[in-house]
């Protein structure tokens, strides 16, 4: 799958995203995949760069109504648990459906 994952020769963790079947786990790597070397205490703006990384993702899994809850949630943990779902599509999928409910 990560053959098809292009990200215009911008410095990123490519080799730590983990492979998946679903097919918008491409587009997930897409968006997350250029800020993973960000996520860092000194980068202020981490948390914004996060919430607009994901929210299209969480609106899918978690309905348009509970997605800026729920975006707005994740951004509030840990930089280890927000690097740990980013890099795992499947991971970050069953994360927001468990936290829908």
Do not use: H, W
């Amino acid at each position: 799958m990560f053959a098809c994952v292009d990200f215009d020769g911008q410095d990123t963790s490519f080799e730590y995203l983990k492979p998946s079947n679903d097919e918008s786990a491409v587009a997930f790597y897409k968006s997350t995949g250029p800020i993973l070397n960000r996520l860092i205490d000194s980068n202020p703006s981490y948390k914004e760069e996060v919430s607009s990384a994901i929210f299209e993702f969480v609106k899918k899994i978690a309905g348009e109504e509970d997605a800026p809850k729920i975006t707005e949630a994740v951004v509030e943990f840990p930089l280890t648990l927000i690097n740990e779902k980013l890099v795992d599509y499947d991971s970050f999928s069953q994360f927001i459906s468990e936290g829908k409910r």
